[in-house]
């Protein structure tokens, strides 16, 4: 069975930093891209990050980009989001999700077929 993990989520104050962390299991990782998605409280869910299969495609949202780095480790089989200069608006619960790519990476949620449980980001004023 396809399986994701999302751990790395936390309290920490505006400026702060976290590392999220997507473990993939039950699937060709490296065939498969992989995006970041969040999701406030009474908000719809957005994309952050998604990065494709061959790590050579890389997007970024435009409220995250220069803060924000997604990495895969295909040898580990897990995707990394490291979140820098914390916002408040960050606050949200973020997922990861997968999809088989074809060297593309995707943005829009639908477009994904794997969800993990969610990791819950909070940050202070």
């Known amino acids: 069975d396809v399986q994701l993990q999302a751990s790395g989520g936390g309290l920490v104050q505006a400026g702060g930093s976290l590392r999220l962390s997507c473990a993939a299991s039950?699937?060709?990782?490296?065939?498969?891209?992989i995006g970041w998605f969040r999701q406030a409280p009474g908000k719809e869910r957005e994309s952050v990050s998604c990065?494709?299969?061959?790590?050579?495609?890389?997007y970024y949202a435009g409220s995250v980009k220069g803060r924000f780095t997604i990495s895969r480790d295909n040898a580990e089989r897990t995707v990394y989001l490291q979140m820098e200069s914390l916002k408040p608006e960050d606050t949200a619960v973020y997922y990861c999700?997968?999809?088989?790519?074809?060297?593309?990476?995707?943005?829009?949620?639908?477009?994904?077929?794997?969800w993990g449980q969610g990791t819950q980001v909070t940050v202070s004023s």
């Open positions: 999700a997968t999809k088989r790519g074809s060297g593309n990476y995707y943005v829009i949620a639908r477009q994904y077929d794997y």
């Open positions: 990065i494709s299969s061959s790590d050579d495609r890389i």
């Open positions: 039950g699937f060709t990782f490296d065939e498969y891209a």
